[in-house]
């Protein structure tokens, strides 16, 4: 009986170890890529849902102050890009507390969304959402990743705004 229990404490061996390590890095390492594509789809489809928010934010505060929104894109020549909103005019979203509304800073910025790339198309890079008229300036603005795949945010001249995908069927949204 003593035998026995003394076997029963002895825990594993070396051999056994470095099998289990072993087979844990192969695991591993064919998860690895699954991950890394799944992070960047991720951080693809909150850039887009962020804009997208942004935008209907935009657009609810044009009705709010009964007055002019004007949504500013810009584009710097190494790659950045940044936009922002305030009332009546176009602003700056590169200077600091240059669109605000309600004293709220109203920008997002590259920085925020590493890896992630914004290429508005439209005509003067602004979105105007006019109360009165419930109309906005109609356009696009595709969000990409790094590894090229794209969603687009679409602003109809009659205020909608929705998301797609290009290819079709990107992170379950319809093909544009």
Known sequence: MRQRDRRAGRGITLVECLVGLAVLAI????????????????????????LHSDLRLAQSEAHRQLSNVVVSFRRTADGR??????LETSCDCEQLQHCVIDGAERVVRSDDWPGIDLAPGIAGNTLIFNPRRSTVTAGNITVMGAS?????????GIGRIRQCAPSGGLLGLPKC
Request: aromatic share 12%; with cysteine.
């Open 27 to 50: 695991l591993l390492s064919a998860a690895l890529p699954a991950y890394t594509g799944w992070r960047e789809s991720t951080r693809l489809r909150g850039a887009a849902d962020r």
């Open 81 to 86: 890009w940044c936009y922002g909103w305030r």
């Open 148 to 156: 090229g795949d794209q969603l687009r945010v679409v602003v109809s």
